[in-house]
């Protein structure tokens, strides 16, 4: 047994935590490598460790009861929507996450997902597949150019979309009432209230964070006051849309596809998941990636030297440059 600090991996689905061992060792540390699908998984190891860096598994304020000495939990991706973070900040806990990552992927996933379904390219291609040479088969299909584009959370992913959607001619306005509007003024972007983004939009690009206020941003009202023939497209986080009134606005016309990298259930976070359990599935104008917008090896591989170097910073008793709660060491 070693008395180097011990540093909880939550969960991970990197295949190893070389990466963040190298680290961490170098830093004093030793590693512990869990799967945990609740929070009961953490408890045991919650009680004695110097950190915890979670990638899908919850470190709420069950967990953090159970802490005795961690100074830091570190989470692998920018959103921290799944640590407590109120009442970490309460028992003195630094937060961390990886900032400034990922951009350029999930813009280029947005905007591919948006592209394959305005084009109907999946129906096309099983269409062709079956036999059926017509480009009749899928009608109708419309110019892109000329049309709205509405982006929810115009960050620094939003504006990446907004860059690579300009050239293809479509209007784009966005709703975020957090952003200076001098900064949607100099992209050419229009601010607007949410009703506003919704009734104009021929294609919405969901991008925002899981907060109680976005969460079901949209729903049925939501899809009732769409254009006829609109699509969605989430990148963001998959409670942000009710599933159930998707469905319904999926089947029953008033939307033509979407495109989801997170169903509202976000599979990787549960210990059983069956897509059998959401309909959406079952739909073909419907394409679901397993959360892999932010992907690509330079991402993976930045996101896991970044949060192992935060937890390596407070090893050494040095400030985690991506600190969420600067208040506790004040």
Not at 60 to 74: D, F, Y
Not at 85 to 91: D, G
Not at 215 to 223: I, Q, T, V, W
Not at 231 to 243: A, E, F, S, W, Y
Request: proline share 5%.
């Amino acid at each position: 047994m070693t008395d180097r600090p011990k540093v909880v991996i939550t969960d991970f689905d990197y295949g190893d935590n070389d990466i963040e061992k190298a680290i961490i060792e170098a830093a004093g540390g030793q590693v512990v490598g869990l799967q945990a699908k609740c929070e009961e998984d953490l408890f045991e190891h919650a009680e004695d460790c110097f950190a915890m860096i979670n990638q899908y598994a919850r470190v709420g304020a069950k967990t953090i009861a159970h802490m005795k000495q961690c100074r830091v939990i570190a989470r692998y991706g920018v959103g921290v929507d799944i640590v407590d973070v109120k009442t970490a900040t309460e028992r003195g806990i630094m937060v961390t996450n990886v900032q400034d990552y990922c951009t350029d992927e999930v813009a280029d996933h947005a905007v591919s997902l948006w592209l394959t379904l305005a084009r109907k390219l999946p129906q096309f291609n099983a269409s062709t597949h079956a036999g059926n040479w017509s480009w009749r088969s899928e009608r109708p299909v419309y110019r892109l150019r000329g049309r709205t584009m509405g982006i929810v959370s115009l960050g620094k992913i939003g504006q990446a979309i907004a860059e690579r959607a300009k050239p293809f001619g479509v209007r784009i306005i966005a709703y975020d009432p957090y952003l200076d509007p001098a900064v949607a003024r100099e992209m050419g972007v229009e601010l607007v209230d949410k009703a506003t983004l919704v009734a104009q939009s021929n294609y919405i690009l969901m991008q925002a964070p899981m907060t109680p206020e976005t969460r079901h941003f949209l729903s049925d009202a939501e899809f009732a006051a769409m254009k006829p023939g609109g699509i969605l497209v989430l990148t963001g986080r998959g409670p942000t849309v009710d599933n159930k009134a998707l469905y319904r606005a999926l089947t029953e016309g008033t939307l033509a596809g979407a495109g989801l990298d997170d169903p509202e259930e976000e599979p990787a976070k549960r210990a059983q998941w069956d897509p059998a359990d959401n309909p959406i599935f079952t739909l073909p104008n419907v394409i679901v990636t397993p959360h892999t917008a932010y992907y690509s090896e330079e991402s993976i591989q930045q996101a896991r030297e970044t949060a192992a170097s935060e937890v390596a910073r407070a090893l050494r008793g040095e400030r985690p440059k991506n600190l969420l709660n600067p208040e506790i060491l004040a």
